[in-house]
């Protein structure tokens, strides 16, 4: 399986967006480059593109499925696009205040941490629905690093499509996330011009 081993920091002055969106709380000290010329139509569509798949952790292969996807599902087809990658569920769990990053919720994920209606999932591109209850896995709960993350993460501030159960550690799929939900400025528009050419 790909990993994305790209620096957070370096990667976001680069497709700028903020390290917030990423849920890292620190800024790049290098001195922003100067004189950059103007963005052709293309490398503002590419950019937006490669905003998303980074932000979500998702490889050019599995962005384009998330793409083919939302063209057939009625809709707006970009809303469509956000909407299912808010739904995986590594992103889910970092949503919850699970994972104090994206990552990091991908690797609880893959290592057998997190439960969905009682079950172990470990795929992170999994797509939730509406009514499923996403857990810390009962004998993950007693590790200080699960322990530490919760603490850390008790006052994040969940999106109203989940709600979240700190004494239970576990959170509800109550809705499905609305294009209003997504808390980062990113113009998925542009990625539906690309991918159409």
Known sequence: M???MQPILKRC????????AMGVNKNSIRNPKQGRRKQSEYAMQLNEKQKAKFIYGVQERQFRHYYEMATKTSGVTGENLLRLLERRL????YRLGFANTRREARQM???????VNGKKVDICSYLISE???????????SSQHVKDILEKNAATV????????????EGKVVAMPERSDI???INETLIVELYSK
Request: glycine share 6%; charged share 25%.
């Open 2 to 4: 790909a990993r994305n």
């Open 13 to 20: 002055k680069t497709l700028g967006i903020s390290p917030a």
């Open 90 to 93: 590594d992103n889910c769990v």
């Open 109 to 115: 994920v893959n290592h057998g941490h997190i439960t």
């Open 131 to 141: 009514g499923d209850l996403i857990s810390i896995a009962e004998k993950s709960r």
């Open 158 to 169: 969940v999106p109203k499509w989940l709600t979240v159960n700190h004494d239970a550690v």
């Open 183 to 185: 808390d980062f400025d």
